[in-house]
Structure formats: C-alpha cells, structure tokens
C-alpha cells in the first residue's frame, strides 16, 4: 500500500497527547516517520518549544537522525485560565505567546533551512484566532497571530517549494478538555453541544485528517490558508 507520506519526515510539536498524538499515529500509517516533540515522554524528543536553542539543537536532532525534513507542525500550546483581563498576570499573558506564537516562529526558522526537497508546514491555530471568547484574550490574540504569521510566512517560502498553512481546530475532546470541565461527558455538555452546530466536540483523529490532507500532497495549491475544522463554531 502506498502511504500518502511515505518517505517523509514529519516534526510534530506537542506530539505527546490530544491533537499532536492523534495526528503523529496518522502521518505514521501513512508512511511518514515523525520526530514527536513533547516537553516529556519516551518516545519523542524531549523540547520546551518556547526556547530558540532547544528548538534548533532539536532541529538539528530529527534531522541528524532522519536525514531530512519535510513536513514540520507547530502544535504545541499553553492554555491559560479563563478570567477577564485585568486579572491576568503578564507571565500569563508571556507565557502563552511564548508558546504558541514565538514557539511556531522558532520551529519556521530552525526548520526552514533544512527542507531542501520543500514541504509543508501547519501551524495549529484554533476557532478562538477566528472569533473572540470572553475571558480568553491571550490565548484569543496568540491564535489569532498565527494566522497572519503563515501568511506571510508562506510567501516567503513559496520559491522554495514549501507550502505555510493553519489549521483551526473547534473543540476537541483530548485529555485537557475533559481535565478543564471536569470529565469529557460534562465538557461535551457545557461545550460541545451547545457551542458547535454538529452538537459535539471534534475527536482528535478528525483534525488529524485535516492535518494530513494540509501536510500531504492532496493540499499542493494551498498554502497562506486557514482550514478551519470546527463543527460549525465559526459559521454563526
Ligand atoms: N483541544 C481543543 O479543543 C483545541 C481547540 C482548538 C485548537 N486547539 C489547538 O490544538 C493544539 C493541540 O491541542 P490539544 O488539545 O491536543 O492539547 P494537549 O494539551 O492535549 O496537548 C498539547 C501537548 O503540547 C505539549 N506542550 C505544551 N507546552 C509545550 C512546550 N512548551 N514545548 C513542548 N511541548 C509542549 C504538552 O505537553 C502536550 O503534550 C494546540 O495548539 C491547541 O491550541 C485545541
């Protein structure tokens, strides 16, 4: 059987649980070999995103293990507690860019130089970059800027054959959701339900399709584009 990534080799940030975990099974079946990149675990390499050196010495890592690079997700996140904005703490409002704006920026830069057969990169953005959530002003902004970073991003790599997209999540039920709500059959209640059109989260799997479908060839004329993958969030 022919693999829709045989041959490549895929970095995933945040690989160790949810959406990142779910997709690194994915690109695996399809033929890729993925570099999973966590904060911790066994079977990926040990990384904290939000740090230029340790994203290129982990860069320089996969591709010093694998011989290439070609696809690279920026996926990890920091999710800070809902609370109206004059009550977040700078280092909130720092660490939740650091993760999930500077983290991507760094992955670009570092990865960049060594897709020399060209690729793709996906950046997870979420619903939130796309519509505004009360309480949620960091995480909002940081989404939010991820978006206009593939963009720009994806015209400065076109020439070289590598293809710069988001994708935007709706609710997922991936361990943290059900950890926030307090088991997943409350998150689907209080979250799902009545937030997504379709009357339910996202499974992890489908935005692990979506992720291949940007990652793989199937997506070749798309690049500084937004796949938003939500249950309708958006549409209303
Ligand atoms: N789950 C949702 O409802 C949802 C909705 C929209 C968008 N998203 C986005 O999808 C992506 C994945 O979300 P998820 O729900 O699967 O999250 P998750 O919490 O299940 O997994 C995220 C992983 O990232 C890792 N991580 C966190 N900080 C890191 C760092 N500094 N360096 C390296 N790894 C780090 C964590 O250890 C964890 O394994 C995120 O970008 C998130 O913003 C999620």
Known sequence: MV????????????????????????????????AGVDLEGAEVFVCDVSNSAAVAATVAGV????????????????????????????????????????????????AIPHMRQGGSI???????AKVGSKGDVAYCASKGALITMAKALALEVADAGI??????????????????WGGMEAAEHAWGKPMHPLGRLGRPVEM????????SDDSSFMTGADLVVDGGYTAR
């Open 163 to 180: 293809r710069v997209n988001t994708l935007s999540p709706g609710g997922t039920a991936t361990e943290h959701m059900a950890a926030n």
């Open 122 to 128: 996906v950046l997870t953005a979420s619903q939130m």
């Open 208 to 215: 692990a399709r979506a992720a291949l479908f940007l990652a």
């Open 3 to 34: 693999g829709k990534l045989d041959g490549r080799v895929a970095l995933i940030s945040g690989a160790g649980n949810g959406i990142g975990r779910a997709t690194a099974e994915l690109f695996a079946a399809e033929g890729a070999r993925v």
């Open 63 to 110: 591709v010093g293990r694998f011989g290439r690079l070609d696809i690279v997700m920026s996926n990890a996140a920091f999710f800070p507690p809902t609370r109206p904005v004059t009550e977040l703490d700078d280092a909130l409002w720092e660490r939740t860019f650091a993760v999930n704006v500077h983290a991507a920026f760094y992955l670009a830069k570092h």
